[in-house]
């Protein structure tokens, strides 16, 4: 009888105030974006950022999605912001779930421009490397990523 009624109820409130009660029944996440930016000899770009961990300080550019904001161009402007270069995103290469309140995404995103010049409160450093000489403290998932294979 309860289930009936619901259903009813469900069918009566159609469009947006479905939506409303949605957004209020289920989980609230955050996005984060990292790009793997390779260049044309395929190097990597790799940033040394500020407020990560002392023994894991390099990474992949990364950032979080902005309301409205299409998930290619969240890499393709965080990019920038952290570094002042200008890339173009590629293919999808990593979707991971199952973090507290995060869903991380992942592309593969070439470099095809601008000038080398790192928001110094974010970023300490900004280098490109040769996926085989890596620096010591890069992120676990990262070199996953770099090395062409999704974070478990």
């Known amino acids: 009888m ?12 159609r469009g947006p105030m479905q939506w409303r009660v949605l957004w209020f029944a289920h989980a609230k996440f955050m996005v984060g974006v990292t790009g793997v930016v390779r260049d044309g000899d395929g190097r990597v770009l790799l940033l040394r ?3 990560w961990p002392q ?7 990364t ?5 409205g904001e ?8 965080e990019v920038k912001e952290e570094t002042g270069l200008d890339v ?3 293919r999808l290469v990593g979707l991971k779930s199952g ?19 790192i928001d110094t409160f974010e970023i300490l450093e ?9 620096p010591q403290g890069v992120q676990e998932s990262h070199l996953l990523l770099i090395h062409g294979k999704e974070p478990a």
């Open 70 to 77: 299409e998930l290619p161009l969240t890499i393709v402007r």
């Open 49 to 51: 950022h500020r407020m």
């Open 88 to 90: 173009e995103p590629g």
């Open 55 to 61: 023994d894991r300080p390099w990474g992949l550019p």
């Open 126 to 134: 900004a280098q490109w490397f040769s996926p085989d000489s890596l």
């Open 99 to 117: 973090y507290k309140l995060r869903v991380e995404v992942a592309y593969e995103v070439t470099h095809v421009g601008g000038t080398l010049k």
């Open 2 to 13: 309860l289930n009936r009624l619901i259903a009813c109820l469900w069918r009566v409130i």
């Open 63 to 67: 950032g979080y999605a902005v309301k």
